[in-house]
């Protein structure tokens, strides 16, 4: 049975909640983390619990312990087993008048992974994806997503169920969660289960309890918005509309996926002899919506007969449609030369990115030939716009030899597939405690040992409040579960285009604010500012990222002593004469600086105005000047959304953490 048909057949036996009304009975339910496969944690009373009518005697079983329980006015049953050690695979046995059995249940470690996109963001789009699935059978790695629900108040339950990680269901994991938990397993020799409970795009603000956001001034700009949000969750006929067309928009991105994946199907449009004189004409870089398309969604097709010189046959050639809004698939002669975005999920964050394609010579012949360019756009504006710049859209020689061809002007134009309108939503996933409510409290109290996080992002507005959003959601959590449990997080990654002057930035205060969270109690953090990626937001090096995320926890949470776990993290700065010493803590076997001389420092004095800087490692300290500061006062390191060639490490391979000595006023800041 592969992954997806388990999982449907699993949800299909998970009987949703009936409340009671007038008389009618409730469904027995067992919450969504009792399902086969499951993991308990180790060392940790176990809690198992549902919902039935009130009265009903529930008894559970597992492994020779036993509970019962009679459920109450609210029609709700929890019964606790004592601790158990690592070990498996027992049955869970529920009677409440018909017995049910979980199969092939296992006691070890459970992880929360939660955050926005870069968490949610599957091991099947990541690098060398392909290798990593093939070999990913594991009964020892587990994982279970908690479907998205934005919820006005706290949820009782989630969709989801277990799976074993094997090359049929590993695609779907979170890829962090995914390295993090191969390495705590095999460090550990116990099965690890990973609760991934994530949303793209999602700011701190909704994964926090509201009782804790309402008694904090920074949560009150949203307050509005959250009853705004319960009142249209209240709105019985807009959810009905809405539950509607989410489900005709579903439909057809299934269909759009299906026909994605056929290659006969791309022919239909692509093959050079189609007869597209009954295609209408459009204007390129232009997006379709300000050509009479406004507002349409779905997928596109672009042809454009060109003529190849004689002397170019046989030459590898670049193709660049330019920029194109959203994802694209472009041909040459009906052959597939390139794509940037992937479809399920789906990658949009190369909408703004220009695409160039190498075309090799066997291709390549004098005469016409045909480029069709497919387009696929679910938000915003669509089509081939490349910012307006014809000079971006090209065809030429890949030697520099002749003179290119322009692609910009009229292409042949046709929509193949219009989607249904989007569902209008309330953008629950942005209001204060919605998440927490849907994707978080339907969790507890199931024991866990920690929890790992990559989030922030969709923070970088209210950067500097983050140092104190971000504690006080993991405070939150901690209070809930009624313990202290290690919280790990991933310091955000580099992105975008490296700045030319040293300027503070938003993204660097969010990295700022994430080492705040370090005074907290059993955390730590993973710095990776070296493994990102200029133009995607979603770097694929997910592997590195979770391997990370593993040191911090197995020298946290599992105590392993001598290991070092952590790049240099700023100590302590002095002034001496015209140059500031810098001291770190966790330099592991000492400071390093990779590939050269170190990078990405800046220095000012009194005036606060930062000059790029000369720094040199002296023993465990850097030195830091610049001849453009004779009396300097401050250093900053790194502090910027891309800090490319940062180059500060200590032996052990990890990266030093942006820092900055100086509290003067920074972006974002009230």
């Known amino acids: 049975m592969t992954g997806m048909i388990r999982k449907l057949v699993l949800a299909a036996l998970v009987l949703t909640v009936t409340v009671a009304v007038a008389g009618e009975k409730r469904t027995f339910e067992l919450s969504s983390l009792f399902t086969d496969h499951m993991v308990f944690q180790r060392d940790a009373r176990l809690p198992v619990w549902g919902w039935s009518e009130p009265g009903v005697k529930v008894s559970v079983s597992l492994d020779g312990k036993s509970a019962s329980a009679v459920t109450g006015k609210d029609g709700k049953w929890l019964v606790w087993l004592p601790a158990m050690k690592a070990g498996g695979p027992y049955e869970l046995k529920i009677d409440h008048g018909k017995e049910i059995v979980i199969k092939d249940v296992m006691v070890g470690d459970v992880w929360i992974c939660s955050g926005q996109s870069n968490m949610e963001w599957r091991l099947s789009n990541t690098k060398d994806s392909d290798k990593e699935i093939a070999a990913s059978a594991n009964k020892m790695l587990r994982h279970i997503k908690v479907e998205k629900n934005a919820a006005a108040f706290p949820a009782e339950n989630f969709t989801g169920a277990w799976e074993v990680a094997d090359p049929t269901t590993s695609g779907l994991f979170t ?26 795009g999602t700011r701190v603000e909704p994964w926090t309890s509201f009782p804790t956001a309402s008694k904090n001034p920074l949560y009150n700009s949203m307050i509005e918005a959250r009853k705004t949000f319960i009142a249209a969750s209240e709105n019985i006929e807009a959810r009905a509309e809405d539950e509607k067309l989410s489900k005709a928009y579903k439909k057809a991105v299934k269909e759009m996926t299906t026909m994605e994946k056929d290659s006969e199907y791309h022919q239909k449009f692509a093959a050079p002899g189609l007869d597209d004189s009954d295609w209408k004409f459009i204007n390129t870089p232009d997006v379709w919506d300000n050509q009479g398309y406004k507002d349409i969604k779905g997928e596109a097709w672009y042809r454009k007969t060109v003529a190849i010189p004689a002397d170019w046959a046989g030459k590898d050639l670049l193709l660049s449609p330019g920029a194109v809004d959203e994802i694209e698939v472009t041909f040459f002669n009906g052959q597939r030369v390139g794509s940037r975005g992937s479809f399920m999920p789906r990658v949009t964050e190369y909408w703004n990115k220009k695409r160039v394609y190498n075309i090799p010579g066997n ?50 134009f046709k929509f193949t597939y219009v989607m249904p309108d989007a569902p209008k939503g309330n953008n629950g996933q942005r209001v204060v405690s919605a998440l927490f409510n849907g994707m978080v409290n339907p969790l507890i109290p199931f ?40 919280f790990y997080w991933v310091q955000l990654a580099n992105f975008r285009a490296p700045q030319k002057t040293p300027e503070a930035d938003s993204w660097a205060i969010v990295r700022e604010s ?22 995607n937001i979603h770097p694929k090096n997910k592997k590195d990222v979770g391997y990370r995320l593993s040191l911090a926890a197995r020298a946290g949470h599992y105590g392993q002593k001598g290991l070092v776990y952590s790049g240099p993290m700023y100590k302590s700065m002095k002034v001496e004469g015209d140059k500031i010493r810098i001291d770190f803590e966790h330099v592991g076997g000492g400071l390093v600086a990779e590939g050269g001389e170190l990078k990405r420092f800046a220095i000012a004095g009194e005036d606060q105005k930062f000059a790029w800087a000369e720094a040199k490692i002296d023993g465990n300290s850097v030195l830091v000047w610049s001849e453009k500061v004779k009396n300097p006062v401050a250093v900053r390191y790194a502090f910027e959304t891309n800090p490319e060639g940062a180059n500060l490490y200590n032996k052990e391979g990890l990266p030093a953490s942006p820092f900055r000595t100086d509290s003067w006023n920074v972006p974002t800041q009230k």
Not at 175 to 198: C, M, P
Not at 465 to 482: C, E, K, Q, S
Not at 514 to 535: F, Y
Request: a negative charge; charged letters at 20%; aromatic letters at 12%.
């Open 175 to 200: 890829a962090v969660g995914y390295y993090f938990g191969k390495e705590i397993q095999k460090d550990q020799k116990v099965v690890v289960g990973l609760i991934n409970t994530s949303w793209g």
């Open 363 to 412: 291709l390549v012949k004098g005469g016409q030939a045909v480029i069709a360019v497919k387009v696929l756009n679910f938000a915003g504006a669509g089509g081939m716009f490349s910012d307006g710049d014809a000079g971006d859209m090209y065809l030429k020689p890949a030697d520099g030899s002749g003179t290119p061809l322009s692609l910009a002007g009229k292409w042949r």
């Open 447 to 486: 024991p866990v040992s920690g929890a790992i996080w990559y989030q922030g992002e969709s923070n970088a507005s209210n950067a500097y409040d983050y140092r104190v959003l971000f504690p006080t959601m993991i405070n939150d959590w901690r209070a809930l579960w009624g313990r202290d449990f290690p």
């Open 514 to 535: 994430q080492n705040e969270a370090l005074k907290l109690p059993n955390t730590g953090t993973a710095v990776i500012i070296d493994i990102g990626e200029e133009g």
